[in-house]
């Protein structure tokens, strides 16, 4: 740790799960950098898994991925969006990373014979990881996952109080999110949760500085004041967190609830200085005032899990920002469309746009190739991200270039494997060789890499560039040996990386927007900077939607 004076917040979360810390850690950390401080985000998950890379979306949402490569908590995906500062791989730490780093270093005998335990062995690799990676910023916020009682996150309570002592109060703050339930058949507030949930907290040694009390209702003055009374607070300690109608909301919504000031309070920094919020006040704005709407529609597996999509939700409607109008997302499970004689074009009735987004496996595989036919003869502007676009050229094949036999080695053994596993391929750093052998993440290519984009071609218009660098999550890759027969046919691949060996983008001309990626651009995408793939694929949308 390099800046000694960087203070640390660390957000946890009581009562019960999904109280919405990470999108209370993001706000934050907007609201600081509008006051001008410079932050860094961070998530402590406490699960045993090494990272979230091999669990199901059903179980963990979605998987995010950063520019270095990391496999993360989709709550890294807020802290992007709502500040723009790039997440790294020091910036989700899990107990399988702890535990893995310290028996590590016990197999190599670094602790000099001694017995290892939690209490210092674990809590110190924690404290490490929290005060590793640190540069200039002023404030590093530290959300910490699942509910505070759970035995899984015991050790990092531990550790964050100890660097509470350690740093001292002028260095540390700590924010506990909780829940104020309201009941019906009392026609009241219920403040007890929040009680034992702080209560909790205390006889873990630490004392929360500021509450975020997550509510349906406005907390009237005496519960504050109760609140306050029994946790140990002062009454503007206690901020009200009431649901919003939009995330994009939540950081003007903090403010006025005073969250950034009594941060700045805490730490006894300025507190006259009024922070910056126009860029969320033009995105709401925006958002109040958008004339017109299109039906975008997302064929996926994961369709009762929407969690499993949520940069792909958030890029969607950042498209619908940079177009000034709204957009609905209807939900297509792919397992639906397998029947070929299913009806169509009642299932597609009134959507302006499809996506196919990613995945894995074969199941939904042919609904989802279904819809991509569907979208190609009815001039549906469709975009297909990594496997919705191996999905989409193998579609081509089939039915265009009559390769009927074409599929993907992912599915299992077949006589034309258009889409074949990744093995090798060369990075900024050298060449990168996995075999079928490899650990699951380790057949991954994970993270930034660059792409050329072919001169005079559509993909290049709508970036702008020459080069670009999209973050990649998949081991399975289209086959360049088929490129000048689509070609031919009417397909380009427009994008390939720099060495020409791998298809990364591909466009139908003729279509009116017809586009493949191999990468994620929803990783990359903000509400006050739209990736200009979906404000492109929104806005030729807009002009499907004024031609029905």
């Given at each position: ?14 009562v019960?799960s ?5 999108l ?10 509008a006051r ?22 059903y179980?963990h ?8 490569g990391?496999?993360?908590d989709?709550?890294l995906g807020?802290y ?18 702890i535990?893995?780093?310290?028996i590590?270093?016990?197999r ?7 017995t ?11 404290k ?8 200039e910023e002023?404030f ?5 996952g ?14 964050i ?16 999110v ?20 702080v ?7 630490i ?8 509510t349906?209702?406005i907390i009237?003055?005496e ?23 939009s ?8 403010h ?7 941060v ?9 200085k009024?922070p910056d ?9 925006i958002q ?8 975008i529609?997302i064929?996926?597996k994961?369709?009762?899990?929407i ?12 498209g619908?920002?940079?177009?000034k109008?709204?957009v ?34 074969e ?11 569907f ?7 469709f ?9 989409a050229v ?15 080695s992912e599915?299992g ?15 900024k ?14 057949t ?14 559509f ?5 702008k ?7 990649h ?28 060996s791998?298809?990364?983008?591909f ?13 994620h651009p ?7 900077d ?19």
């Amino acid at each position: 740790m390099k800046n000694t004076s960087v203070k640390f917040i660390f957000i946890t979360g009581g009562v019960v799960s999904s109280l919405g810390k990470g999108l209370a850690s993001a706000s934050l950390g907007a609201l600081l950098q509008a006051r001008g401080y410079s932050i860094k985000l961070r998530k402590l998950d406490p699960y045993l898994n090494v990272d979230p890379g091999t669990m199901s979306p059903y179980q963990h949402g979605e998987c995010y991925v950063t520019d270095d490569g990391a496999e993360t908590d989709l709550d890294l995906g807020h802290y992007e969006r709502f500040t723009g500062v790039p997440a790294k791989k020091s910036d989700n730490i899990t107990t399988g990373k702890i535990y893995s780093n310290v028996i590590a270093k016990e197999r190599r005998g670094d602790y000099l014979g001694a017995t290892i335990q939690v209490i210092p062995h674990v809590t110190d690799a924690i404290k490490e990881y929290i005060l590793s990676d640190i540069n200039e910023e002023d404030f590093i916020l530290c959300e910490i996952g699942g509910t505070v009682g759970d035995i899984e996150s015991l050790p990092f309570i531990e550790a964050i109080r100890q660097l509470g002592n350690e740093l001292g109060l002028t260095q540390t703050c700590f924010i506990h999110v909780t829940l104020l339930p309201f009941i019906k058949a009392a026609g009241e507030l219920k403040t007890k949760p929040t009680q034992h949930s702080v209560k909790e907290l205390q006889g873990m040694g630490i004392q929360p500085d500021i509450l975020l009390c997550r509510t349906e209702n406005i907390i009237p003055e005496e519960q504050k004041s109760k609140i306050a009374l029994f946790c140990n607070l002062k009454s503007e300690s206690v901020i009200e967190a009431l649901d919003s109608s939009s995330i994009y909301k939540v950081p003007i919504s903090y403010h006025n609830q005073g969250l950034d000031l009594q941060v700045c309070k805490h730490f006894y920094l300025d507190v006259l200085k009024k922070p910056d919020l126009s860029r969320w006040n033009k995105i709401n704005h925006i958002q109040n005032s958008s004339e017109g709407n299109v039906n975008i529609g997302i064929v996926g597996k994961y369709t009762s899990m929407i969690d499993a999509y949520k940069s792909l939700i958030e890029a969607i409607n950042h498209g619908g920002l940079a177009n000034k109008i709204k957009v609905t997302i209807k939900w297509i499970d792919s397992e639906k469309l397998e029947i070929l004689n299913s009806n169509f074009n009642n299932i597609f009735k009134d959507i302006n746009g499809i996506i196919v987004p990613g995945g894995f496996g074969e199941r939904g595989s042919e609904g989802k190739i279904n819809a991509i036919n569907f979208a190609r003869i009815n001039k549906i502007p469709f975009l297909g991200i990594c496997f919705g676009m191996q999905m989409a050229v193998i579609e081509f094949a089939r039915n265009v270039l009559n390769l009927k036999d074409a599929s993907s080695s992912e599915f299992g053994k077949t006589k034309l494997p258009l889409v074949g596993l990744l093995t090798e391929w060369q990075t900024k750093t050298g060449f990168e060789k996995r075999s079928k052998e490899s650990n699951l993440g380790g057949t991954m290519r994970l993270g930034a890499y660059d792409c050329k984009l072919a001169e005079g071609s559509f993909i290049k218009s709508i970036y702008k560039k020459e080069v670009i660098a999209e973050r990649h999550r998949h081991r399975y890759e289209v086959n360049n040996k088929y490129i000048s027969d689509f070609k031919k046919k009417g397909l380009i691949f427009s994008g390939m990386s720099p060495d020409n060996s791998l298809p990364e983008i591909f466009e139908i001309p003729l279509h009116p927007w017809f586009i493949g990626v191999q990468f994620h651009p929803e990783l990359k995408s903000k509400p006050f900077d739209p990736h200009p793939l979906f404000s492109s694929l929104i806005n030729a949308s807009l002009k499907q939607s004024r031609l029905l």
